[in-house]
């Protein structure tokens, strides 16, 4: 019997998991898809907010639109999960150190987002994409 109860705690496990990585994954996409709609305004959000050293405004920009679409598909596929967390969490870092206006605590939610979904990456690197996901798909035919 208890072989049983392990399986069901690791398929609640896994899905519960797979909720985090979508959740996750649907935050940064939106965010991805806002900066891809109003381009200029992202633009003018890398020139004046969020300026990186050695990076014009529009590669910036640019670079974390993709990084935002393509960290989040392998997300929600669950494929290359460590790369995948390890690229969003370094979009987190560069807006926790470049990003002047996350610092503005009379608005707290830019920083709560960036400090709860580093967590959560964090926690998906320590514990990987669960049984529901491409990687573990990957493991199991080797």
């Not at 959740?23 to 996409?29: N, S, T, V, W």
């Not at 929600?76 to 967390?85: D, E, Q, T």
Request: aromatic letters at 14%.
């Amino acid at each position: 019997m208890q072989g049983v109860a392990a399986v069901w705690r690791m398929g609640i496990f896994s899905l519960c998991v797979f909720c985090l990585r979508i959740y996750i994954a649907a935050e940064f996409l939106q965010r991805g898809v806002a900066k891809a709609a109003d381009w200029h305004a992202a633009v003018v959000q890398f020139t004046l907010d969020f300026s990186l050293p050695l990076m014009s405004p529009v590669w910036s920009a640019g670079t974390f639109v993709v990084a935002d679409f393509v960290f989040s598909m392998l997300l929600v596929l669950g494929a290359f999960m460590s790369s995948a967390c390890a690229g969003l969490l370094m979009l987190n870092l560069a807006a926790l150190i470049f990003q002047s206006s996350i610092w503005d605590l009379s608005r707290p939610d830019p920083l709560l987002f960036r400090l709860y979904s580093s967590a959560c990456l964090l926690f998906l690197i320590a514990w990987g994409p669960g049984a529901l996901s491409f990687d573990a798909l990957r493991r199991a035919e080797r």
